[in-house]
Protein backbone atom coordinates (compact mmCIF):
# COMPACT_ATOMS: atom_id res chain seq x y z
CA UNK A 1 0.00 0.00 0.00
CA UNK A 2 0.98 3.34 -0.85
CA UNK A 3 0.33 6.67 0.66
CA UNK A 4 -0.21 9.95 -1.22
CA UNK A 5 0.28 13.23 0.47
CA UNK A 6 -0.21 16.87 -0.91
CA UNK A 7 -0.34 20.01 0.87
CA UNK A 8 0.03 23.55 -0.33
CA UNK A 9 2.43 26.06 -0.32
CA UNK A 10 1.46 29.83 0.71
CA UNK A 11 1.48 33.73 -0.26
CA UNK A 12 1.50 35.81 3.18
CA UNK A 13 -0.24 38.59 2.63
CA UNK A 14 0.52 40.56 5.55
CA UNK A 15 1.59 39.78 8.79
CA UNK A 16 4.22 37.52 8.71
CA UNK A 17 7.17 37.21 11.32
CA UNK A 18 4.70 37.61 14.04
CA UNK A 19 3.76 34.23 14.21
CA UNK A 20 7.35 33.61 15.67
CA UNK A 21 7.22 32.33 19.23
CA UNK A 22 7.37 34.07 21.64
CA UNK A 23 7.34 37.83 19.48
CA UNK A 24 3.43 36.52 19.37
CA UNK A 25 3.27 37.19 23.22
CA UNK A 26 5.14 40.33 23.17
CA UNK A 27 2.59 42.05 20.57
CA UNK A 28 -0.14 40.72 22.64
CA UNK A 29 -1.23 38.46 20.23
CA UNK A 30 0.44 37.63 16.53
CA UNK A 31 -1.87 37.83 13.44
CA UNK A 32 -1.35 36.77 10.21
CA UNK A 33 -3.35 36.80 6.79
CA UNK A 34 -2.21 34.37 4.03
CA UNK A 35 -3.58 32.16 1.39
CA UNK A 36 -2.51 28.83 0.58
CA UNK A 37 -1.75 28.48 -3.20
CA UNK A 38 -1.66 25.55 -5.37
CA UNK A 39 2.37 24.91 -5.56
CA UNK A 40 2.41 22.03 -3.72
CA UNK A 41 4.50 19.45 -1.98
CA UNK A 42 4.15 15.89 -2.90
CA UNK A 43 5.29 12.78 -0.99
CA UNK A 44 4.66 9.28 -0.95
CA UNK A 45 5.05 6.46 1.55
CA UNK A 46 4.98 3.32 1.28
CA UNK A 47 6.04 0.61 4.39
CA UNK A 48 8.55 -2.39 3.46
CA UNK A 49 8.68 -6.02 4.71
CA UNK A 50 11.80 -4.86 6.57
CA UNK A 51 13.03 -2.11 8.58
CA UNK A 52 15.10 -0.50 6.51
CA UNK A 53 13.89 3.45 5.85
CA UNK A 54 14.74 5.17 2.45
CA UNK A 55 14.27 8.53 2.01
CA UNK A 56 14.17 10.33 -1.70
CA UNK A 57 14.02 13.90 -2.94
CA UNK A 58 13.07 14.08 -6.34
CA UNK A 59 13.87 17.47 -6.68
CA UNK A 60 16.92 18.00 -5.37
CA UNK A 61 18.09 14.14 -5.88
CA UNK A 62 19.42 13.46 -2.09
CA UNK A 63 18.46 10.59 -0.67
CA UNK A 64 19.24 8.79 2.42
CA UNK A 65 19.15 4.91 3.76
CA UNK A 66 19.22 3.71 6.81
CA UNK A 67 19.15 0.22 8.58
CA UNK A 68 16.19 1.40 10.92
CA UNK A 69 14.32 4.44 12.16
CA UNK A 70 16.85 4.91 15.60
CA UNK A 71 19.68 4.78 12.96
CA UNK A 72 18.51 7.83 11.32
CA UNK A 73 20.92 10.47 11.10
CA UNK A 74 19.88 14.25 12.17
CA UNK A 75 21.63 17.26 10.79
CA UNK A 76 22.58 15.82 7.49
CA UNK A 77 21.10 15.84 3.59
CA UNK A 78 17.51 15.72 4.33
CA UNK A 79 17.51 16.91 7.71
CA UNK A 80 13.42 17.76 8.61
CA UNK A 81 12.53 14.67 6.86
CA UNK A 82 15.05 12.47 9.40
CA UNK A 83 13.35 14.03 11.92
CA UNK A 84 10.25 13.67 11.15
CA UNK A 85 10.57 9.87 10.87
CA UNK A 86 12.60 9.56 13.80
CA UNK A 87 9.77 11.37 15.71
CA UNK A 88 6.63 9.60 14.36
CA UNK A 89 8.48 6.34 14.01
CA UNK A 90 6.43 4.10 12.00
CA UNK A 91 6.49 0.14 13.27
CA UNK A 92 7.54 -1.08 9.83
CA UNK A 93 10.33 0.19 7.74
CA UNK A 94 9.40 2.72 5.03
CA UNK A 95 9.92 3.91 1.37
CA UNK A 96 9.55 7.90 1.77
CA UNK A 97 9.48 9.85 -1.03
CA UNK A 98 9.70 14.09 -1.16
CA UNK A 99 8.67 16.55 -4.21
CA UNK A 100 8.82 20.18 -4.17
CA UNK A 101 7.30 22.38 -6.89
CA UNK A 102 8.62 25.71 -5.88
CA UNK A 103 12.21 27.04 -6.68
CA UNK A 104 14.61 26.76 -3.50
CA UNK A 105 14.15 29.91 -0.97
CA UNK A 106 11.17 30.51 -2.67
CA UNK A 107 9.89 32.52 0.69
CA UNK A 108 6.38 30.65 0.15
CA UNK A 109 6.96 28.21 3.40
CA UNK A 110 7.66 24.96 1.18
CA UNK A 111 9.32 23.27 4.02
CA UNK A 112 6.81 23.46 6.09
CA UNK A 113 4.19 22.57 3.21
CA UNK A 114 6.39 18.97 3.12
CA UNK A 115 6.31 18.62 6.82
CA UNK A 116 2.87 18.92 7.11
CA UNK A 117 2.54 16.59 4.02
CA UNK A 118 4.79 14.30 5.55
CA UNK A 119 3.23 14.46 8.96
CA UNK A 120 -0.49 13.75 7.12
CA UNK A 121 1.15 10.74 5.67
CA UNK A 122 3.11 9.14 8.63
CA UNK A 123 -0.13 9.86 10.73
CA UNK A 124 -2.23 7.85 8.18
CA UNK A 125 0.28 4.68 8.33
CA UNK A 126 0.57 5.00 12.06
CA UNK A 127 -3.31 4.90 12.52
CA UNK A 128 -2.81 7.84 14.84
CA UNK A 129 -5.69 10.32 14.17
CA UNK A 130 -3.34 13.06 15.51
CA UNK A 131 -5.42 16.68 15.54
CA UNK A 132 -4.46 19.80 13.64
CA UNK A 133 -3.21 21.00 16.74
CA UNK A 134 -0.78 18.47 17.11
CA UNK A 135 0.20 18.77 13.60
CA UNK A 136 1.07 22.26 13.95
CA UNK A 137 2.77 22.34 17.53
CA UNK A 138 4.44 18.99 17.14
CA UNK A 139 6.03 20.26 13.89
CA UNK A 140 7.00 23.74 14.53
CA UNK A 141 8.94 22.16 17.61
CA UNK A 142 10.79 19.58 14.84
CA UNK A 143 11.17 22.37 12.14
CA UNK A 144 12.60 24.88 14.83
CA UNK A 145 15.42 21.02 15.90
CA UNK A 146 17.03 21.72 12.26
CA UNK A 147 16.71 25.67 11.73
CA UNK A 148 18.53 25.93 14.92
CA UNK A 149 16.16 29.60 15.41
CA UNK A 150 12.60 29.93 16.38
CA UNK A 151 10.17 29.19 13.92
CA UNK A 152 6.52 30.68 13.41
CA UNK A 153 3.63 28.83 12.51
CA UNK A 154 1.55 30.65 9.73
CA UNK A 155 3.23 28.06 6.75
CA UNK A 156 1.26 24.98 8.38
CA UNK A 157 -2.28 26.61 8.57
CA UNK A 158 -1.79 27.58 4.40
CA UNK A 159 -0.83 24.14 4.12
CA UNK A 160 -3.62 22.06 6.43
CA UNK A 161 -6.95 24.13 5.23
CA UNK A 162 -5.63 26.17 2.28
CA UNK A 163 -7.66 28.73 1.22
CA UNK A 164 -7.66 32.22 2.13
CA UNK A 165 -6.70 32.64 6.32
CA UNK A 166 -6.91 35.02 9.14
CA UNK A 167 -4.82 33.54 12.09
CA UNK A 168 -4.30 34.62 15.59
CA UNK A 169 -1.17 33.18 17.73
CA UNK A 170 -2.51 34.14 21.52
CA UNK A 171 -1.21 32.90 24.87
CA UNK A 172 -4.04 30.50 24.91
CA UNK A 173 -3.37 29.00 21.47
CA UNK A 174 -3.98 29.85 17.99
CA UNK A 175 -7.07 30.07 16.25
CA UNK A 176 -8.09 30.15 12.19
CA UNK A 177 -10.57 32.09 10.64
CA UNK A 178 -11.68 31.61 6.99
CA UNK A 179 -11.67 35.56 5.19
CA UNK A 180 -12.81 34.74 1.66
CA UNK A 181 -15.47 32.21 0.74
CA UNK A 182 -16.99 33.93 -2.14
CA UNK A 183 -15.55 31.65 -5.40
CA UNK A 184 -15.86 35.12 -8.06
CA UNK A 185 -13.70 37.01 -5.26
CA UNK A 186 -11.31 34.23 -5.23
CA UNK A 187 -10.84 33.93 -9.26
CA UNK A 188 -10.63 38.02 -8.78
CA UNK A 189 -7.84 37.83 -6.48
CA UNK A 190 -6.09 34.78 -8.11
CA UNK A 191 -5.77 37.15 -11.56
CA UNK A 192 -5.18 40.38 -9.51
CA UNK A 193 -2.34 38.50 -7.36
CA UNK A 194 1.10 38.09 -9.86
CA UNK A 195 3.24 35.68 -8.39
CA UNK A 196 7.07 35.69 -9.20
CA UNK A 197 10.31 34.40 -8.50
CA UNK A 198 12.92 37.23 -8.13
CA UNK A 199 15.83 34.99 -9.21
CA UNK A 200 17.25 35.73 -5.66
CA UNK A 201 17.01 32.61 -3.46
CA UNK A 202 16.30 33.43 0.69
CA UNK A 203 16.72 31.72 3.98
CA UNK A 204 14.10 32.88 6.37
CA UNK A 205 15.68 32.27 9.52
CA UNK A 206 18.46 34.27 9.36
CA UNK A 207 15.96 37.39 8.61
CA UNK A 208 13.51 36.10 11.05
CA UNK A 209 15.83 36.34 13.86
CA UNK A 210 17.21 39.35 13.74
CA UNK A 211 13.77 40.73 13.46
CA UNK A 212 13.17 39.39 16.85
CA UNK A 213 16.65 40.59 17.77
CA UNK A 214 15.97 43.79 17.26
CA UNK A 215 12.24 43.67 18.93
CA UNK A 216 13.97 42.18 22.12
CA UNK A 217 17.07 44.81 22.12
CA UNK A 218 14.45 47.59 21.22
CA UNK A 219 16.61 48.40 18.37
CA UNK A 220 15.84 51.45 16.30
CA UNK A 221 12.41 51.65 15.52
CA UNK A 222 11.36 47.56 14.94
CA UNK A 223 9.12 47.58 17.75
CA UNK A 224 6.87 50.17 16.25
CA UNK A 225 7.19 48.58 12.82
CA UNK A 226 6.07 45.36 14.08
CA UNK A 227 3.20 46.80 15.65
CA UNK A 228 2.12 48.56 12.53
CA UNK A 229 2.75 45.51 10.68
CA UNK A 230 0.03 44.00 12.89
CA UNK A 231 -2.28 47.31 12.46
CA UNK A 232 -1.81 46.44 8.46
CA UNK A 233 -2.93 42.88 8.94
CA UNK A 234 -6.05 43.31 10.94
CA UNK A 235 -7.05 45.95 8.03
CA UNK A 236 -6.36 43.73 5.75
CA UNK A 237 -8.72 40.75 6.79
CA UNK A 238 -11.09 43.99 7.00
CA UNK A 239 -10.77 44.53 3.26
CA UNK A 240 -11.03 41.18 2.13
CA UNK A 241 -14.05 40.30 4.19
CA UNK A 242 -15.30 43.39 2.15
CA UNK A 243 -14.06 42.35 -1.20
CA UNK A 244 -12.41 45.66 -1.40
CA UNK A 245 -9.59 44.87 -3.97
CA UNK A 246 -8.19 48.94 -3.86
CA UNK A 247 -7.97 48.70 -0.42
CA UNK A 248 -6.05 45.47 -0.51
CA UNK A 249 -3.72 46.73 -2.71
CA UNK A 250 -3.00 49.71 -0.62
CA UNK A 251 -1.89 47.60 2.41
CA UNK A 252 0.03 45.06 0.36
CA UNK A 253 2.43 48.56 -0.17
CA UNK A 254 2.04 49.20 3.03
CA UNK A 255 3.13 46.17 4.64
CA UNK A 256 6.26 46.41 2.24
CA UNK A 257 6.93 49.56 3.70
CA UNK A 258 7.02 48.81 7.26
CA UNK A 259 8.97 45.26 6.47
CA UNK A 260 11.47 47.35 4.45
CA UNK A 261 12.29 48.88 8.48
CA UNK A 262 12.76 45.85 10.62
CA UNK A 263 15.75 44.71 9.56
CA UNK A 264 18.66 45.20 6.96
CA UNK A 265 18.79 42.99 4.02
CA UNK A 266 14.91 42.56 3.34
CA UNK A 267 14.81 44.29 0.11
CA UNK A 268 17.86 44.21 -2.29
CA UNK A 269 18.93 46.76 -5.40
CA UNK A 270 17.48 43.91 -7.48
CA UNK A 271 13.92 43.69 -5.56
CA UNK A 272 13.52 47.11 -5.80
CA UNK A 273 14.67 47.11 -9.48
CA UNK A 274 11.87 44.73 -10.33
CA UNK A 275 9.38 46.63 -7.69
CA UNK A 276 10.17 49.76 -9.86
CA UNK A 277 9.56 48.07 -13.57
CA UNK A 278 6.13 46.65 -12.37
CA UNK A 279 4.83 49.90 -10.89
CA UNK A 280 6.25 51.81 -14.16
CA UNK A 281 3.38 48.77 -16.34
CA UNK A 282 0.87 50.00 -14.21
CA UNK A 283 1.21 47.67 -11.31
CA UNK A 284 -0.47 49.26 -7.72
CA UNK A 285 1.64 47.45 -5.48
CA UNK A 286 3.96 44.67 -4.40
CA UNK A 287 5.64 42.69 -1.89
CA UNK A 288 8.18 39.57 -0.87
CA UNK A 289 7.15 36.93 0.26
CA UNK A 290 8.30 35.40 3.59
CA UNK A 291 10.77 37.35 5.62
CA UNK A 292 12.21 39.63 2.57
CA UNK A 293 15.81 39.17 1.45
CA UNK A 294 14.81 38.05 -2.44
CA UNK A 295 12.35 34.40 -3.01
CA UNK A 296 9.02 35.56 -4.24
CA UNK A 297 7.30 38.34 -4.91
CA UNK A 298 3.53 39.56 -5.16
CA UNK A 299 2.64 41.91 -7.25
CA UNK A 300 -1.10 43.69 -7.53
CA UNK A 301 -2.37 44.81 -10.42
CA UNK A 302 -5.24 45.93 -12.80
CA UNK A 303 -6.88 43.11 -14.81
CA UNK A 304 -6.14 45.45 -17.64
CA UNK A 305 -2.33 45.82 -16.72
CA UNK A 306 -1.80 42.23 -16.46
CA UNK A 307 0.18 41.12 -18.71
CA UNK A 308 2.09 44.39 -19.27
CA UNK A 309 2.97 43.38 -15.73
CA UNK A 310 4.16 40.31 -16.52
CA UNK A 311 6.45 41.22 -19.11
CA UNK A 312 7.85 44.16 -17.16
CA UNK A 313 8.98 41.01 -14.40
CA UNK A 314 9.97 39.28 -17.20
CA UNK A 315 12.24 41.46 -18.23
CA UNK A 316 13.91 41.83 -15.13
CA UNK A 317 14.81 38.66 -14.80
CA UNK A 318 11.68 37.38 -12.54
CA UNK A 319 9.49 34.21 -12.94
CA UNK A 320 5.88 34.04 -13.44
CA UNK A 321 4.59 31.36 -11.52
CA UNK A 322 1.15 30.21 -12.90
CA UNK A 323 -1.15 29.50 -9.35
CA UNK A 324 -4.43 29.27 -8.50
CA UNK A 325 -5.87 29.65 -4.21
CA UNK A 326 -5.51 26.27 -2.81
CA UNK A 327 -9.59 25.39 -2.04
CA UNK A 328 -8.45 22.72 0.10
CA UNK A 329 -5.42 22.13 2.13
CA UNK A 330 -3.88 18.55 2.90
CA UNK A 331 -5.02 15.96 0.87
CA UNK A 332 -4.43 11.99 1.88
CA UNK A 333 -4.72 9.03 -0.52
CA UNK A 334 -3.79 5.47 -0.63
CA UNK A 335 -3.31 2.97 -3.99
Known amino acids: MAIHATAPTRI ?10 PLCLFLDGGFTV ?11 VEARQDAEIHLQSEDTGASLVAPDVASLPV ?26 TVPHGSGLGASSSLLIAITGALD ?32 YFGALYGGVSAIWFRVDGNERQPV ?41 NNRACMHAIKRTALAMQEALAAKDLDRFAELVDEE ?35 AGGGGCMITVAPQEKRDA ?3 ALA ?9 RIAREGLTLSED
Open 12 to 21: DLAGGTLDIH
Open 34 to 44: NMGISLLSHVK
Open 75 to 100: GEELDLVARLVRFYAPKTGVNLTTRN
Open 124 to 155: RLNGSCLTPDRYIDWGANIEAQCIGIPTGKQD
Open 180 to 220: VTDENFLRLLETSVILSFTGESRFSGTSNWNMLKAYIENSG
Open 256 to 290: WQNRKQLAAGVTTPGIDALMAAAAGAGARSSKICG
Open 309 to 311: VIA
Open 315 to 323: AGGARNLDY
